[in-house]
């Protein structure tokens, strides 16, 4: 089992930053991907980014490329999520995931582990 805890979120103006981090616990090694996903009311989770543990490679959805950067710790116990120049639409209950597989996939039902999720919310 691997427990994932999500922390740093908050209200911020529009152009603001936030850092969300991820800690992760349990059988953290057993992990190959994580990835951030954020959810409004009434939606799926949608795609934020991913992180690979092999080689640190990281991939984003289109709408964050350039204003939101993922990095990880190396001992896999923790996932960072920095956020530029937030935007109104950024407003959603971000969550990290963990996967056990070594596909970097764009698909919430392709990982294993999930947090709580934390709220961002992004005021205009």
């Known amino acids: 089992q691997v427990q994932l805890v999500e922390s740093g979120g908050g209200l911020v103006q529009a152009g603001g930053s936030l850092r969300l981090s991820c800690v992760a616990s349990?059988?953290?090694?057993?992990?190959?991907?994580m990835g951030w996903f954020g959810q409004t009311p009434g939606k799926e989770c949608e795609f934020v980014g991913t992180?690979?543990?092999?080689?640190?490679?990281?991939q984003y959805a289109g709408s964050v490329k350039g204003r939101f950067t993922i990095s990880g710790a190396n001992a896999r116990n923790a996932v960072y999520l920095q956020i530029n120049t937030l935007k109104p639409e950024d407003t959603a209950v971000y969550y990290c995931?963990?996967?056990?597989?070594?596909?970097?996939?764009?698909?919430?039902?392709?990982?294993?582990?999930w947090g709580q999720g934390t709220q961002v919310t992004v005021s205009s």
């Open positions: 992180i690979r543990w092999s080689d640190g490679s990281t």
């Open positions: 349990g059988r953290t090694l057993s992990t190959h991907v």
């Open positions: 995931a963990a996967s056990l597989g070594r596909v970097s996939s764009v698909q919430h039902y392709d990982y294993d582990y």
